[in-house]
C-alpha cells in the first residue's frame, strides 16, 4: 500500500494532489494506493469520483505504519501531523520519500528527495527539472511543435492559489486594460460568485476549471504568469515562456535560479515592464530551453526510480 501525504487546500496544494494522483495511478492499482488530506469537501468529492480511496491525516496516523509499505509526502511545509507521520515511518523502517517544489520552504532531511528540487547538475538522477512528475499529457504536447508571437497577447495566469481575491483582480485589471486576452487557472480559493463577477467586469476573461492537466491551457497560451512552482516546470514541459510572481524570499531565490536555468523570466519590478520585454526571439528562446530540460518524462524515471529500490511491482499502465 503507498500512502500520498499532502494538502489540496494549501497554496499550490491542488498541483500537488493531482501529482499524488497522477504517480499513484501509474504506479501501482488503484485499490493498493490511498491518498490522506485534511477535511475537504471539494477534494472528497473529486477523489470519489476517480475511484481514489481518502482518508484523513488523523485516520493515517492510525494506518501508518501497519498497512502502509511507502509513504511519499507531497506538502510544502512539515506541520505536526506530517512530523508524527514521518516520525512513525522511520521508527517502524517504512520507505519515505518528500516531493519538493520550486519555492518550498527548507525541510527536514528525514526522507530522501525525489521529484523536481532542487535542481540536480545530473540530469539522470533525482531530483531535478528532468524529475518533474507531470501528467503524461505534457509529453505528448512537448512534442509539438510550436510557433511563437512577435508579442504576447494571449496570456495564462496560474498562480496556484497564492494570491488573493483582491490580488488577482488589481492584476488582471491591469493586463486587461493593456489588451490582453487573459486565461486563469484553477483556482479553488476564490468563490464561484466573485468569479462570475470579474467575468463580467473585464469581458473575455476566461477561466480554467478543475482541471486533471494543465497542458492544453499551457499550449495555447503565448505567455504563463506563475508562481515559481510546479507551475513553472509545467509550463517549461509545455514550451510556453513564463514569467514567476514571488511573494516571499523563498519564493524569489526560486525564481531566480529558474531564471538562470532558462525556464523564464522573473519579475523584479513591473509586470508590464517584463511583458514589453519579450519579443520573438526571447519567446523562443524561453520556451525551446523549458521544453529540452523539462521534457515530461519525469513520471516514468521516478516509477523505474522507485521500482529499482523495490518498492513498486513491474510495470503497470504501460508506463
Known sequence: ??????????????????????????AVARRDMVVALPRNRGAEKYLAARRIAFVSHEQALHRCPQEIDLLV????????????????CLLNRVALYAIHDPGDAAGGTEAVAL???????????????????????????????????????????????????????????????????????????????????????????????????????????DVAIVAPGAAALEAAAAGTPALYLSRTQAERD????????????????????SLEDLNHETLRRLGETGRNRVDARGLFRTLEFLRDRGHLPPRLNGA
Open 73 to 88: 509526502l507531497d506538502v510544502a511545509g512539515r506541520d505536526r501531523s506530517a512530523m508524527q507521520v514521518t516520525e512513525s
Open 254 to 273: 526560486a525564481a531566480a535560479k529558474l531564471e538562470s536555468l532558462g525556464f523564464g523570466v522573473a519579475v523584479t519590478t513591473s509586470l508590464s515592464r
Open 115 to 221: 521529484g523536481s528540487w532542487p535542481p540536480n547538475h545530473d540530469p539522470q538522477s533525482p531530483p531535478g527539472p528532468a524529475w518533474a512528475i507531470l501528467h503524461p499529457r505534457f509529453r505528448h504536447v512537448n512534442r509539438l511543435k510550436r510557433a511563437y508571437p512577435r508579442r504576447a497577447r494571449k496570456l495564462l495566469l496560474h498562480l496556484e492559489d497564492r494570491c488573493s481575491h483582491r490580488g488577482l483582480s488589481d492584476l488582471i485589471d491591469e493586463l486587461w486594460r493593456q489588451g490582453f486576452r487573459l486565461r486563469v487557472g484553477p483556482v479553488s480559493s476564490i468563490r464561484d460568485n466573485l468569479k462570475r463577477a470579474l467575468s463580467r467586469k473585464y469581458p473575455g476573461l476566461r477561466w480554467v476549471g478543475a482541471a486533471e492537466c494543465m497542458a492544453r491551457p499551457l499550449l495555447e497560451a
Open 1 to 26: 500500500m503507498i500512502l500520498f501525504w499532502t494538502d489540496p487546500a494549501a497554496p499550490g496544494g491542488w498541483s500537488r494532489l493531482e501529482r499524488s494522483i497522477t504517480l499513484g495511478i501509474h
